[in-house]
């Protein structure tokens, strides 16, 4: 059975770090990896999409990496701001189908 | 485009009233739709999905039903609501860009009391 754990579960930074999300999978047999942005109360926001034959995807400030032998991806946002604060969620399917597994979510605020 | 529609937004029940949840889904030809539950402290689960009209498969055991009456609709219900049913419930569609990327709606919150 698939297990995704995102490491750390908070996160507070002053606005202009550079910061790292951590996400990791227990079944490396992944089609591919999502990243999703939830802000409080709302739905979920797609923010990037990393195939399994990819290693890395990035739109704008944000860059998603994929290891699949190590069963890692990490989110990097660079330069962050305010408006970045939100929960970050990453997730992977688990069939051929698109019913996703969900990590535990990291919770980012960033201080102006 | 692609759009979820879900309603109502928030909602607050007694224990053992009934539940309805509705999903409405435009701008895919993607027929499978996805509820998912956020509990406290408990992040996202699987809880139903849905490859057509009248055809729902349960990933979880759980006090709750769904149905697919019509192809862009699907609903989430409950005779008798639990204290644990409490949670935020979102409807998905697949964009149909890539397999296992989900477009997801705004959700519906539920408390029961």
């Known amino acids: 059975k698939q297990e995704v754990t995102q490491i750390p579960a908070a996160l507070s930074v002053p606005e202009g770090e550079n910061l790292v999300l951590n996400c990791s999978f227990t079944d490396s047999a992944i089609y591919n990896l999502q990243w999703f942005r939830q802000d409080p109360g709302k739905g979920l926001t797609s923010l990037l999409l990393?195939?399994?034959?990819?290693r890395e995807q990035t739109s704008g400030r944000l860059n998603a990496s994929l290891d699949k032998s190590s069963g890692r991806s990490t989110l990097y946002i660079a330069a962050s701001q305010p408006g970045d604060s939100a929960t970050y969620l990453c997730?992977?399917?688990?069939?051929?189908?698109?019913?996703?597994?969900f990590g535990g979510g990291t919770r980012l605020m960033v201080k102006p | 485009s692609q759009t979820i529609h879900q309603w109502p937004a928030t909602l607050v029940q007694p224990v053992g009233s009934p539940l309805s949840l509705e999903c409405t889904v435009e701008?895919?030809?993607?027929?499978?739709l996805y509820w998912y539950r956020q509990a406290a402290g408990r992040g996202l689960q699987l809880l139903f999905y849905?490859?057509?009209?009248?055809?729902i498969s349960s990933e979880v055991p759980q006090n709750l039903s769904a149905s697919r009456p019509q192809d862009r609709q699907f609903i989430l219900s409950s005779k008798k609501l639990l204290l644990s049913d409490s949670g935020f419930y979102l409807c998905?569609?697949?964009?149909?860009?890539?397999?296992?990327?989900?477009?997801f709606g705004e959700g519906s919150r539920l408390t029961v009391l």
């Open positions: 998905a569609s697949p964009t149909g860009r890539a397999p296992g990327e989900l477009f």
């Open positions: 849905s490859v057509g009209i009248g055809q």
């Open positions: 701008g895919t030809s993607n027929p499978n």
């Open positions: 990393i195939q399994s034959s990819q």
């Open positions: 997730a992977v399917p688990y069939n051929a189908g698109n019913m996703l597994t």
